[in-house]
């Protein structure tokens, strides 16, 4: 049972312009969301948090959007660098625990 | 900033062999740590919790006699894969949460370790 989906495996996007992520959850007890970034072979990276209290968070070109209604979250870069291109994983955690469940991940590729 | 290392980076093993993976939290204690697993092209899947001066708390279908986890000091958790099998070959990574409230600490994670098994 995928409590965090990421429904898209990977994207494709051209320098400068916005990259959208998205990811879905199915348990409504995840009460914190939290965006990581992994290149190969190395472990994943923080990058942005959201509380599900917030529906936005702003961190230079990231930012995350929370749509509770819908157990929806986007990362949203902009403008997209080539270094940005990794694996990103999406994660929620239940306030009830600190067990952190993630997402199956999107590969985005920026091309010049 | 905080930093988990995790050794070894990579290792191979033969069928039947025993594999201990270190995880060390540099620069912070850290009374739990996390085992994930990964599979290509799949999601980090928690394993375990490991916790100081007690027993690790595993996930559904995780095998404790297969995946030893000792967490004998404030900064080293391990991993012992015993009696490893091919199916057993994945990317295997620590994590620890780092000091302070948990909305202000996210997990830092180490750089995984890839096993091998033949």
């Known amino acids: 049972d995928q409590q965090v989906k990421q429904n898209s495996p990977s994207l494709s996007v051209q320098e400068g312009r916005i990259s959208i992520l998205n990811c879905d959850y199915t348990?409504?007890?995840?009460?914190?969301f939290l965006w990581y970034k992994k290149y190969p072979a190395e472990g994943p990276t923080f990058l942005i948090s959201?509380?599900?209290?917030?529906d936005k968070n702003e961190d230079g070109r990231f930012t995350v959007f929370l749509n509770k209604s819908a157990k929806h979250l986007s990362l949203h870069i902009v403008p997209s660098q080539p270094g940005d291109s990794a694996v990103y994983f999406c994660?929620?955690?239940?306030?009830?625990?600190?067990?952190?469940?993630f997402g199956t991940g999107t590969r985005l590729q920026v091309f010049p | 900033g905080a930093v988990v290392s995790q050794h070894p980076s990579w290792v191979i093993c033969k069928s039947g062999t025993s594999v201990k993976i270190e995880c060390r939290s540099l620069?912070?204690?850290?009374?739990?740590m996390f085992w994930y697993r990964q599979f290509p092209k799949q999601s980090l899947m928690l394993m375990a919790t490991?916790?100081?001066?007690?027993?690790?708390?595993?996930e559904q279908g995780v095998e404790k006699d297969k995946f030893l986890i000792n967490h004998a000091s404030l900064t080293l958790s391990t991993l012992t894969v015993t009696s490893a099998h091919p199916e057993d070959s994945s990317f295997y990574i620590c994590?620890?949460?780092?000091?302070?409230?948990?909305?202000?600490?996210?997990?830092?994670f180490g750089n995984g370790t890839r096993l091998t098994v033949t």
């Open positions: 490991s916790n100081e001066g007690s027993k690790a708390t595993y």
């Open positions: 994590s620890a949460p780092g000091a302070g409230a948990r909305y202000n600490s996210p997990l830092h």
């Open positions: 620069d912070f204690q850290a009374t739990t």
């Open positions: 348990n409504s007890m995840f009460d914190y």
């Open positions: 994660a929620a955690i239940s306030y009830n625990t600190d067990k952190l469940i």
């Open positions: 959201i509380s599900s209290i917030k």
